[in-house]
């Protein structure tokens, strides 16, 4: 994560998580258990070694649920564990929680994000594709480099979900999406697909499915400044606890910093 100003930003946090531990009431504790046994490696992404863990922690759920707007945070009880204590949600986009004795301000959006490539990934590599069949086929018009570029990979596009086909000079047919991003903007991820498919390493031959897992992935994901309930965030955590290479999200960005004790 990078901030024009991140002394303002580490001070601000500091000074909050102070006021907060000083007072002893910070709304409610949440110890989230969670499996210590590593988690399996999935298939190499591009630009990472096979096998390799860049993880922040050395284990998954569904969630995607915001809490309705008028809604204070209430974390209650989650169950029993002595190495992750869940303290809360900073600005509707960092979860503040202790891991063995250190301080962790995550990233929500880029640690679900992480959850997400790895699953869509492991599905890519064992030849399961779940497709979300739109109500209405959309025809859907690109410009040359791009159209030329869908052509050449429609076969890959429909590995990854995205069932489209030719209809005339530059239309398509879209007929169903990856169903990950059930409720997103789906014209919104398409484009942004058809974009990577234009980079350099996507028209490698064979092409890797790398970039657009990981668009796919950062469109579905929790987005900032969203709030959450504290099931929500709980289940996040915990998943991204057992999620390989967790240090980062797919394109690079950190999924946490780090405070300890001087």
Known sequence: ?????????????????????????????????FNREP?????????????????VWDAPGTYVRSARPD????????????????????DRTYLL???????????????HERVLYERL????????????????????????????????RLDLLRDVGVDIEPFGSGRFVVRAVPAAIAGADWRALVWAMVDALISDDAMESPAP?????????CHAAIKAHQRLEAETMAAL??????????????????VALTWTRA
């Open 1 to 33: 994560v990078r901030f024009a100003r991140p002394d303002d930003v580490i001070r601000v946090v500091i000074e909050a998580l102070g006021e907060a531990l000083s007072r002893d009431e910070i709304g409610g504790r949440i110890w989230v258990p």
């Open 71 to 90: 809604d204070a945070v209430e974390p209650p009880m989650l169950g029993i564990g002595p190495s992750v204590r869940f303290l809360g949600q900073f």
């Open 121 to 152: 990934l492991a599905d890519y590599a064992a030849s399961r594709r779940e497709t979300q069949p739109l109500l209405v086929p959309e025809t859907c018009e690109y410009p040359p480099d791009q159209a030329g570029a869908i052509l050449e």
């Open 39 to 55: 988690a399996a490696p999935s298939p190499g992404a591009a630009g990472e070694r096979p096998g390799q863990s860049d993880a």
């Open 209 to 217: 499915p790398h970039r657009l897992l990981a668009t796919v992935a």
């Open 97 to 111: 929680a202790e891991i063995d004795g250190v301080l962790r301000v995550i990233d929500q959006h880029a640690a």
């Open 237 to 254: 955590l915990r998943d991204v606890v057992a999620t390989p290479r967790n240090a980062t999200c797919p394109h690079g960005r950190p």
